[in-house]
């Protein structure tokens, strides 16, 4: 069990949001200070690691460009919860060991309160008590994301340990 | 004893099973698929491939299943883009890579014309368009460059069996009306997550008639409904095609099974293509559609054809058709970018460049451009519409413009009054 620091976005948050095109020369470290300016300037700035992003349907629209996913990794963010999410950024997430929990209550959360998180059985916990459960996810993408992503499962599967 | 009955499989099923060494599967198995062919271009592809096989120590599965396309930071405007095109080119080289196309055109159109997707492939893209493929009776879908080193290093690739949503067009378009605009039109009623990554299958006797590269329009903008994939079986018309791009099998293939049998369960939604009117899309998503009309007293800076959606030689051709002996209006900035060096040399050969240059137009390299905002840039506050496949805020490199996305016969009409306008007025 975790506690975590809720930042709240809207709906159809884009991945061209998330990872600016016209910082995609950069690195993740030139691009993550920029994740999220046009929607909440203040974000990338702010957020502390450990923290959750709570937002509304259809999360990670748009591009393949996984640096969408890997600037949240990089500011530390630990999980994004969403009623949706777009199918190419679910798998773009879990290869890079970001944790996405489904439920139609993602919503509810509010801007800056903290949840608890149970990994084992995906349920997130309010101050208030009340409780969401978020919907099953396979477990060998649970095991990518405890591994810390696709590239450090390649690593032991190569052999080189982690 | 009651006859056993095998249930009927969708082409997404079919092509599946065929990529996990299946007869049949069911929708929601998660299946261990062999990857065909992976293409990657000079963003997604080498440099950040390039380091992560390296610290692996591991090597490419199999070369003759890999194409790599310099498109996105073609030609190099600055040293970050010579840098990063430079690492793609070096690495090709390093690795022998036996398919690379540099700087002739968009990864999404320089793939087909080269021959490389047939109908019964299973096939991964380093970028979101990839399900153009589709067009082809191929499984294709875009993924993520660490998932990309994942089919570098094993050759194989996940996928969950998706229900298929199919989206028959009876009758067929009017003049004027576009690919294009069914596909607009679909975004906009299903919205951009709409295919929550199912696969769509497009079909009726409104696509059966369109060319292979309006059927890639339907298939690649798959993307912008949420799609993995957009399908449509083979026939005929991909049979020609390939032909044409140099796949001499093409004459004997056997596509007939490469279709949705009538008793699989699938959702169906029906269109008429006859009476369906240009789609606009309004800033800042693709889904925010609606007939032209509804914008006729928006105001036009620049017009752009581009993008592996917009600016193939049909396309060309449809721009063409309105500019005919027209000049844009006074003001409007016209910007041309063909999306591959083979569609612009027989755009040349039909004298289609030379009614867009003599309309006005500013001939851009065949390569992703502005649409992605990585190549080129959108002036700030500028009214733009384009054949492109997103505008989100700030995707062509300016927060402040608003783009509207259309037709290139709406563009066109468009450029010429300089306001957004219906193209069936100009051509009737």
């Given amino acids: 069990m975790s506690t975590h620091r809720v930042w709240t976005f809207g709906a159809d948050i884009d991945t061209d949001a998330m990872a600016p095109g016209a910082y995609m020369k950069l690195g993740i470290e030139g691009i993550a200070p920029h994740c999220l300016e046009s929607v909440r300037p203040e974000f990338a700035a702010s957020v502390q690691p450990g923290a959750v992003i709570a937002a509304g349907p259809n999360f990670g629209i748009g591009s393949s460009r996984e640096q969408a996913a890997a600037a949240l990794v990089q500011l530390g963010v630990k999980a994004v919860i969403a009623p949706s999410f777009s199918g190419l950024f679910f798998r773009n997430a879990f290869n890079l060991g970001l944790l996405l929990l489904t439920t139609p209550d993602a919503e509810q959360l509010e801007e800056g309160e903290q949840v608890e998180l149970d990994l084992q059985t995906l349920r997130l916990t309010r101050p208030s008590g009340e409780h969401f459960q978020c919907e099953p996810i396979p477990e060998f993408l649970l095991a990518m994301v405890a591994a810390g992503g696709l590239m450090n499962q390649l690593r032991q599967r190569q052999g080189r340990g982690v | ?294 914008f006729d007293q928006v105001r036009v800076d620049v017009a752009y054809i581009g993008a592996c959606t917009g600016a193939k030689l049909d396309d060309l051709r449809s721009a063409a058709q309105v500019f005919k002996g027209r000049k844009v209006a006074t003001g409007v900035r016209l910007m041309v970018a063909p999306a591959s060096q083979q569609d612009q040399q027989q755009a040349e050969s039909e004298g289609i460049m030379t009614t867009l240059r003599e309309a006005g137009a500013e001939v851009l390299p065949t390569a992703c451009g502005a649409c992605s905002g990585y190549g080129g840039r959108i002036p700030d506050g500028a009214n733009v519409i384009a054949t492109t496949a997103r505008n989100f805020k700030g995707r062509m490199g300016s927060e402040t413009a608003q783009v509207y996305l259309a037709s290139p016969y709406t563009v066109a009409a468009s450029a010429l009054r300089g306001l957004i306008s219906d193209p069936r007025e100009i051509l009737a």
């Fill in chain 2, 1 to 294: 004893m009651s006859q056993l009955q095998i249930p009927g499989q969708t082409l997404a099923q079919k092509l599946l099973a065929t990529s996990a060494g299946r007869s049949q599967v069911a929708v929601g198995e998660i299946l261990n698929c062999r990857v065909d062919l992976a293409m990657f271009h000079d963003s997604s592809g080498p440099r950040r491939l390039k380091p992560m096989l390296e610290e692996l120590g591991a090597t490419i599965w199999d070369k003759s299943k890999v194409v790599l396309v310099m498109d996105h930071y073609v030609p190099e405007q600055d040293d970050d883009s010579r840098r990063i095109v430079r690492i793609a080119r070096d690495w090709a080289i390093e690795q022998r890579l036996p398919h690379v196309y540099d700087s002739i055109g968009i990864c999404h159109v320089v793939l087909p014309q080269k021959g490389h997707i047939r109908p019964g492939m299973f096939c991964v893209g380093g970028d979101s368009h990839s399900p153009t493929g589709g067009a082809f009776g191929a499984y294709m879908f875009g993924i993520g460059s660490t998932e990309m080193l994942g089919v570098m290093v094993t050759g194989e690739l996940w996928v969950r069996v998706p229900d298929t949503i199919r989206m028959q067009w009876d009758n067929t378009l009017s003049p004027g009306v576009a690919a294009k605009d069914m596909m607009l039109h679909m975004i906009g009623r299903f919205g951009m997550n709409g295919g929550q990554y199912q696969a769509v299958e497009f079909c009726g006797s409104g696509v059966q008639a369109l060319s292979m590269q309006e059927r890639m329009t339907l298939s690649n903008m798959s993307a912008e409904m949420g799609a993995q994939v957009g399908l449509i079986a083979p026939d005929e018309t991909t049979r020609e095609w390939l032909l044409k791009a140099g796949v001499a099998a093409a004459a004997e293939m056997d596509l007939s099974g490469w279709m949705t049998d009538d008793s699989a369960s699938a959702t169906t939604h029906v269109f008429d293509a006859a009476t369906l009117a240009p789609q606009v899309a309004a800033p800042h998503s693709p889904a925010n559609t609606q007939p032209v009309q509804a």
